[in-house]
């Protein structure tokens, strides 16, 4: 019985790391899934790819359609490309009675670059190579190729790029995806000649520059070894901890676990997915606000030890004045730990209306009057007494400070500017502020059941009450984002900067934000860190001291171990339907922290 239920838990596991979707066939699983990964791996070429489209790299202006006409796992790979960026899937055999081939060239109008899933069927077919051969001339083509060689005398007129497996796999379906985007390498040329222009020795070799999805043995570690992390998620969900969360493990640049449980809320009918998007509550203070700051400071911009009043000629003359940036990093300015928000509202500050006068939208039905912030909230912080000033203060008025010091610096509102910057360029497809903007309700996990100044259930609403009366974008709250995003960016970081073929923070910024730096606590600047207490055992009882990262008020971390390269994210909505304590008092997040260093440590 216990063998039979580790069976099934491992096919879980391997499913949901994958792919989201259905597969026409079962791959294999643990070392058999290694095996045919290097089989795949020795027999993958990649051709004409003379002006290096492969792997893509910026991804901010890629319109991605991926077309399938009869290959078997097309769920399956469109799944894998989907990790990577927005990819829509089309099936090619629609086009096959009353609309043609031609009106999918049409339909597919406002893509710019099309992946085309061929098998040795699909080649045979002439439509299909002349739509291949018109639309090279003015898209983007990537021709995935599954099956003989013998296929390559029909694709004589292609000059597209084209990634070729020998093998018909499930897994050779994956390993094309992650080609198309560097999740993985390509290391072959063709050992056979097929026509003059497919002949033997030719082929690119590629690097690997993003995440690939994977199973743990492929990174050392023992499926059944993880096991442990579903029993102490399910706990939390029994214990009425959270509704549900996901957790998601980056080993090596491999994710090797990323598993969604329990619900959006304790009335279990909407159950948590990969692919739902999170409050990230405090996570915003160093996967927007530092990130922000990171940018600015290796391209000269910002200085640690310039100070507010360098920046803000309005706080000169006030106690905020002097203070340095590196202070509010480290959270040592002597600030408060947050300004009245809620409590100082009239009935004239705020409209169930959006209109000239109230622009500023928190919820759905409620608009706070114009300049509020800057006529209310402001002049608290400015007025707000400084105690502590050399002190470890945890404070989210730091965080609203860096942002107004950044967005007069550039000119450009935070959202946009870690959008374009970070988000977009990453590949991160659900990251960002303002997620009903972009995004369903029902793609987005509920929090808290406001019951004091807003009076809903907040969804894509951010929780925090002071970024909430921020319009919902502030540095010390407000960002959402999926587990998979979170972890693109935090393999960016661990990475020293580098991702996709692309460098967007300096390796010795990254050094220095991420390592200790105050001398009167654990922190680093905007990034927490590993506690040298022993018996604080945090983040975790394993935890290296290289570890940094932050957690969120509503249930969430991201840390990373440079030591074990390793990217470990928690989400989870524990304030539904109010706040409680017990995911702390639990110790879920360190607890499943150790389990993932357990299972490291074991090895296979």
């Known amino acids: 019985m216990r063998k039979n239920r580790l069976n099934i838990a491992i096919f879980s596991l ?25 089989l795949v791996q020795n027999s993958t070429v990649l051709l004409n790819n003379g002006e290096f489209t492969i792997p893509l790299q910026d991804l901010s202006a890629a319109k991605i359609a991926s077309v399938h006409f009869t290959n078997p796992n097309a769920a399956g790979f469109d799944s894998l490309l989907n990790k990577y960026a927005k990819v829509d899937p089309i099936n090619g055999n629609l086009y096959n ?67 070729w497996s020998q093998r018909t796999t499930p897994v050779a379906e994956y390993f094309s995806a992650q080609a198309i985007f560097g999740g993985v390498a390509i290391t072959q040329k ?87 998007i999170f409050d990230l509550a405090s996570l915003t203070k160093v996967t927007a606000m530092t990130i922000e700051v990171m940018k600015l400071y290796d391209e000269g911009k910002i200085s640690l030890d310039a100070t507010i009043g360098d920046y803000i000629p309005g706080v000169r003359g006030s106690n905020k004045s002097d203070i340095t940036v590196r202070e509010l990093l480290e959270h040592q300015a002597g600030l408060v730990a947050d300004i009245p928000t809620y409590e100082k509202l009239h009935p004239s500050d705020h409209s169930t209306d959006s209109s000239a006068a109230y622009p500023t939208k928190v919820t759905g039905n409620y608009f706070l009057r ?10 608290d912080i400015l007025k707000s007494p400084l105690r502590t000033r050399g002190q470890y203060v945890y404070s989210d008025v730091s965080m609203v400070l860096m942002k107004e010091i950044c967005e007069t610096i550039t000119s450009i509102p935070l959202n946009e500017f870690v959008l374009h910057n970070f988000y977009k360029p990453l590949g991160m497809k659900t990251a960002g502020f303002l997620p009903l903007y972009r995004f369903p309700a029902s793609q987005i996990i509920p929090t808290e059941q406001d019951a004091v100044f807003r009076h809903t259930l907040l ?19 407000g960002l959402f984002a999926s587990a998979n995003d979170v972890a693109i960016l935090y393999q960016m970081i661990l990475n020293r900067g580098t991702y996709g073929g692309a460098q967007y923070i300096k390796p010795e910024t990254i050094d220095l934000f991420t390592a200790k730096q105050s001398a009167v606590s654990r922190r680093g600047l905007g990034f927490d860190r590993w506690d040298p207490l022993e018996d604080h055992h945090y983040p975790s009882k394993l935890a290296s001291p290289q570890t940094y990262g932050h957690t969120g008020y509503t249930g969430t971390c991201v840390w990373v171990d440079p030591k074990y390269n390793l990217v470990y994210v928690f989400l989870s909505n524990r304030v539904n339907p109010t706040v409680g304590s017990k995911l702390s008092s639990l110790n879920i997040r360190p607890r499943i922290q150790d389990a993932i260093y357990q299972a490291i440590q074991k090895g296979m």
């Not at 391997?14 to 290097?38: H, I, M, R, W």
């Not at 114009?370 to 002049?379: E, G, I, L, R, T």
Request: proline share 4%.
């Open 14 to 38: 391997f499913s949901l790391v994958l792919f989201n979707s259905a597969c026409a066939q079962n791959p294999p699983t643990g070392l058999d899934y290694v095996k045919e990964e290097t």
């Open 97 to 163: 009675g009353v609309k043609n081939i031609n009106d999918l060239s049409a339909d597919l109008k406002w893509y710019n670059t099309i992946i085309l899933q061929l098998t040795a069927a699909d080649v045979s077919n002439p439509q299909i190579i002349n739509f291949i051969t018109q639309n090279q001339k003015i898209k983007i083509v990537i021709i995935a190729l599954f099956g003989s060689g013998n296929s390559f005398s029909k694709l004589n007129d292609v000059t597209a790029p084209i990634i």
């Open 190 to 276: 063709l050992t056979n000649t097929f026509s003059p222009r497919y002949a033997a020795n030719m082929g690119f070799i590629t690097a690997k520059t993003r995440l690939q999805y994977t199973v743990p043995e492929d990174a050392g570690v023992n499926s059944i070894n993880l096991i442990q992390i579903d029993d102490i998620a399910r706990e939390a969900i029994s214990a009425h901890a959270t509704p549900g969360c996901v957790v998601l493990v980056a080993k090596d640049g491999k994710v090797i676990f990323n598993k969604a449980y329990g619900d959006h809320t304790y009335d279990p009918n909407v159950p948590d997915k990969l692919t739902d």
């Open 370 to 379: 114009k300049d509020y912030f800057k006529d209310v909230m402001w002049q």
């Open 459 to 477: 969804v894509g609403y951010t929780e925090d009450q002071t970024a909430a009366l921020m319009g919902n974008v502030s540095g010390n709250a």
